[in-house]
């Protein structure tokens, strides 16, 4: 079975991407002829081949380690957790969270989980949920954005919000079918009740922006921020390529001195009370 398994992702991928045997062959500067027999299964691939072939793919480095496991190698880019990654780039992330006071930022999972986050992040998590008590732990921005209990009902742009949510997971899904955990993140945000029945359905047809705006209103308190995403390049292992760093910029001066004085020593004092 492990034999026939390597065959079937190279010719899986090669057809996602589109491509002929004679187009992946001219690409990857191998012959057509051994590419063929790589894809039945008549030749077995190199180590280095595997590579060659699944990066010109495209194929996120998850799936380029599982290529190799299916070839009968080791895989090659480390995936460690979090607190394990190299001092040099958690030092950064940490550096980034900090500097960036005092405007939410938070780095989170490819499947939507909160894994860091900074005191502004927090405290405007916390000004903005219905019942605190609801908060799943660690937290994860589709149930903040889709429970009632949560977020959702001081999103005054939900609609747009929640769209866009929905169809970068539809498009990460089909770049990454082969991992669970964002099946199981669009199959959890289309659980909700009011979720429209069209979103279930990927449109491709939409453009991904790359930075997005919410806005947040809660009895007389009205926030709104521009959130933009930035990925590591040319990572070099699966964790640091999964991780999305969100930064929130205020969209206006209300929002900016708000922000600046939540965080102030002593300053934040929870949620509203009424007015649920």
């Given at each position: 079975?492990?034999g026939?398994l390597f ?7 090669r057809g996602?991407r ?6 992946l062959?001219?690409e ?16 077995k691939?190199?180590?280095?081949m595997v590579?060659?072939?699944?990066s ?6 998850r799936?380029?380690?599982q290529?190799?496991?299916?070839a ?9 957790g979090l607190?394990?990654l190299?001092p040099a780039i ?5 550096q980034?969270?900090?500097e960036h006071?005092?405007?939410p930022?938070?780095?989170?999972g490819?499947?939507?989980?909160i ?19 609801k908060?799943?732990d660690?937290?994860d ?5 889709f429970d009632?209990d ?5 999103l005054s742009?939900w609609e747009?919000?929640?769209h ?7 498009r ?6 082969e991992d ?13 009740l009011?979720?429209p029945?069209?979103w279930?359905?990927p ?7 790359p930075?997005?705006?919410?806005r ?13 995403v930035?990925?590591f ?5 699966v964790t640091?390529?999964?991780l ?5 910029y205020?969209l206006d ?5 708000w922000?600046?004085?939540?965080i102030?020593?002593g ?8 007015g649920?």
């Amino acid at each position: 079975m492990q034999g026939h398994l390597f065959p079937a992702l190279l010719k899986y991928w090669r057809g996602k991407r589109g491509l002929s045997q004679l187009d992946l062959a001219t690409e990857a500067e191998v012959s057509s002829r051994h590419l063929s027999f790589l894809e039945s299964g008549r030749a077995k691939p190199s180590p280095e081949m595997v590579l060659r072939l699944f990066s010109v793919l495209r194929a996120p480095l998850r799936a380029q380690n599982q290529a190799l496991r299916a070839a009968g190698f080791s895989p090659h880019y480390p995936e460690p957790g979090l607190d394990a990654l190299p001092p040099a780039i958690g030092a950064a992330l940490q550096q980034m969270l900090a500097e960036h006071e005092p405007y939410p930022l938070t780095v989170v999972g490819l499947d939507g989980r909160i894994l860091q986050a900074n005191t502004a992040a927090r405290v405007l998590f916390g000004a903005f949920l219905r019942d605190p008590n609801k908060l799943p732990d660690p937290p994860d921005m589709i149930s903040l954005t889709f429970d009632p209990d949560l977020m959702r009902p001081f999103l005054s742009n939900w609609e747009e919000v929640a769209h866009g949510m929905v169809a970068r997971l539809h498009r990460e899904h089909l770049e990454r079918p082969e991992d669970p955990r964002l099946a199981d993140a669009l199959a959890r945000a289309l659980a909700y009740l009011g979720v429209p029945n069209v979103w279930r359905r990927p449109d491709l047809s939409q453009e991904i922006s790359p930075a997005l705006t919410v806005r947040l209103q809660r009895e007389a308190l009205q926030v709104g921020f521009l959130v933009t995403v930035t990925i590591f390049s040319a990572p070099q292992q699966v964790t640091l390529d999964e991780l999305r760093i969100e930064s929130c910029y205020p969209l206006d001066e209300v929002t900016r001195a708000w922000c600046r004085q939540q965080i102030a020593p002593g300053s934040f004092e929870g949620p509203p009370k009424e007015g649920r």
